[in-house]
């Protein structure tokens, strides 16, 4: 059994929207694979993997988790395996609810990721993030760099104890 979901975003939109996806759900993207008229994303879920692995180690053939995503006319199919039809394949009914809990997981991951973030006129036309402010939000313009002299020594380590250096009058 295949899970998959029809996403009105842009392929090219597809990578962030997942990883911001899966950062909300304690998990990431390890890989990102181009083949051909396809991209894969290998989804990282580690607190559920290692239940599934401790299980039963032929999980190990079915983790990580990938999901498929190819333009189909003007949308995104995302394609995943079913964790319930892998542990279903392995003969292992009893791990039906650590597999069901997982599946849970990833179908929310993927309806989150089939409909385009919505923008609050609250956030000023950014969308909200619960994690606050994420690498792709990030501006460097106008940082300090660290001075450091020519034997390694940060100078703002040696600039001074802090303390008045010379009594006043």
Known sequence: MILERVSSLLLSELE?????????????I?????????T????????SYSELLAADIRFAAFLP??????????????L??????????LDRPDLQPLAA???????ALLDEVKRPMVLTA???????????????QMNMRGTVPQR???????????AGTGEQDSPGG
Request: hydrophobic residues 40%; contains cysteine.
């Open 30 to 38: 390890s890989a990102v694979e181009s083949l051909g008229p396809a």
């Open 122 to 136: 609250r956030s000023g036309g950014h969308a909200e993030s619960a994690l606050g402010a994420t690498e792709d």
């Open 80 to 89: 995943t395996a079913s964790p319930v039809a892998c542990a279903r394949a």
């Open 101 to 107: 809990s997982l599946e849970g997981l990833v179908s």
């Open 148 to 158: 450091i002299d020519r034997r390694g020594s940060k100078v703002e380590e040696l």
């Open 40 to 47: 894969v994303f290998h989804l990282s879920l580690p607190e």
């Open 16 to 28: 962030p929207a997942l990883r911001r996806a899966a950062r909300r759900r304690r998990a990431s």
């Open 65 to 78: 988790l990938r999901i498929a995503a190819y333009e189909q006319g003007s949308s995104v199919l995302l």
